[in-house]
């Protein structure tokens, strides 16, 4: 088991945030999950404040119900889908009225770009944990996109317009599993105003039409309360893979303090 600090949420959220993460091979294998559990409990101690987070395999329900012991409590179930290259998505026609081009975000468009990714998320682990206030988890997408425009963090950064406004955008990672290649969609938003008119599978299209003849396989995640992203990934021709329980934990925890 590794805990790993989490430099760049540290700096969003103004206290430590530490990532947990089995190694491979406890990923693939049982493992002393009361060893796990003491590692974690002694590393808390040394904490006044901060946060913890870890995605564990919805089949590793001893580790969960370990963790939930020492007090994390599951923010999300995150799913991932695949499509790869040999798959054939099917053909969908745009939606009538979304009327959007898509590109690359001129400089004068960065400032509306990021108030999309500062507004347009309900479903984030960030945005469903109670204990992390709105304004914070709205920051965490906004500098995340940030580091897309100013070329710190992935690939790509596509942006759909409307008569010249950004009215969405999709943010591209690339990575290598197993020695196959794959791009991912990293972050998807569209502004409130124009969601439900098809920006959002404009845009999946796209993506899925640029990079899937150069890649073994296309990857893209999101959480079970998000049915409408779930729904439009199945229905461009994704299909489901894997699960994880998302699982955080605050300190000082509530009736601790």
């Not at 992390?132 to 992935?154: F, M, S, T, V």
């Not at 699982?247 to 601790?256: D, F, K």
């Amino acid at each position: 088991m590794h805990l790993v600090e989490d430099l760049w949420l540290a700096a969003i959220m103004g206290h430590d945030v530490f990532k947990i993460s089995l190694d491979e091979a406890e990923a693939s294998r049982e493992v002393d999950t009361a060893l796990i559990g003491e590692q974690i409990t002694q590393h808390m101690r040394r904490q006044v404040q901060g946060s913890y987070y870890a995605k564990i395999d919805t089949t590793r329900i001893e580790i969960v119900r370990q963790l939930g012991a020492l007090g994390f409590y599951v923010v999300d179930v995150n799913v991932t889908f695949g499509l790869d290259q040999q798959d054939t998505p099917p053909r969908v026609q745009p939606k009538s009225g979304s009327g959007c081009r898509i590109g690359e975000a001129s400089a004068a468009q960065h400032a509306e770009v990021l108030e999309i990714a500062r507004s347009s998320f309900r479903f984030s682990r960030f945005h469903l944990d109670p204990l992390i206030p709105r304004e914070i988890a709205n920051q965490i997408k906004h500098d995340w996109i940030l580091n897309y425009l100013l070329r710190k963090r992935g690939e790509h950064l596509w942006v759909a317009s409307v008569a010249g406004r950004p009215a969405g955008f999709l943010a591209v990672i690339a990575g290598n599993e197993a020695g196959r290649r794959y791009r991912a969609i990293d972050l998807i938003g569209v502004a409130p105003a124009y969601q439900g008119q098809g920006i959002g599978q404009a845009l999946v299209a796209y993506f899925i039409d640029t990079y899937r003849d150069h890649n073994d396989f296309l990857l893209v995640g999101t959480q079970i309360a998000n049915l409408p992203s779930i729904h439009l990934y199945q229905k461009l021709g994704f299909s489901l893979i894997k699960s994880a329980y998302v699982m955080h934990l605050h300190l000082p925890q509530p009736g601790n303090s």
